[in-house]
């Protein structure tokens, strides 16, 4: 469980500087530069990425159960997982999804982990998935104090929103009928679809 923990320290902190330490963030960016503050950025995300896919791994080895979800919450969890993948793609086509949902990428993680959450009652998962949840509420109202980043997208175009929802509805498919289980071991529905 440590491993989890730690990759989840890693990860999520690297990923919460921002919220938590913005001024201190914005002068380390200045005295070392663009490039490397990416650099570093990223090598903590990737080890702390690597670290919690393996300590999750580790501990759904030995897991130890808080609660047993009813199976028709596996039901729940694909319906709330539906627009995770539209959010994804939408947050890099600017369109009519990502203006009305202002954090499309933030939107699909707290989808994304609260619907694991109704079907998921280990240790591990809640720590995995209570974590990014509340990192991803955090995120959020953290950007009503923060200046808005940049971030590079898709140029804006009419088709963007169709491209968002048949792309993300596409990716859901594969992942339920077959990414899911060859990733993760584990089928999302109690039966085929």
Request: charge should be positive; charged fraction near 15%; hydrophobic fraction near 60%.
């Amino acid at each position: 469980m440590s491993i989890l923990i730690l990759g989840l320290v890693l990860f999520l902190g690297v990923h919460s500087v921002a919220i938590v330490a913005g001024d201190w963030r914005e002068s380390m960016i200045s005295r070392l530069g663009d490039k490397p503050w990416k650099g570093i950025y990223s090598v903590i995300s990737i080890v702390g990425f690597v670290l919690l896919i393996w300590g999750y791994g580790l501990a759904r080895q030995e897991p130890i159960v808080l609660y047993v979800p009813p199976v028709w919450t596996r039901y729940v969890t694909a319906l709330l997982m539906l627009p995770v993948f539209i959010f994804l793609v939408a947050a890099y086509l600017p369109g009519r999804i990502k203006t009305a949902m202002k954090h499309p990428m933030l939107a699909a993680v707290k989808f994304w982990a609260l619907a694991h959450l109704f079907a998921n009652g280990t240790l591990a998962d809640v720590l995995l998935f209570g974590g990014f949840l509340a990192w991803a509420v955090a995120d959020r109202i953290s950007f009503k104090r923060r200046p808005p980043q940049r971030i590079k997208t898709a140029p804006p175009g009419r088709f963007n929103d169709a491209i968002a929802v048949i792309l993300g509805l596409a990716l859901y498919f594969v992942m339920i009928h077959w990414l899911h289980v060859r990733w993760f071991g584990v089928s999302p529905l109690p039966v085929s679809l």
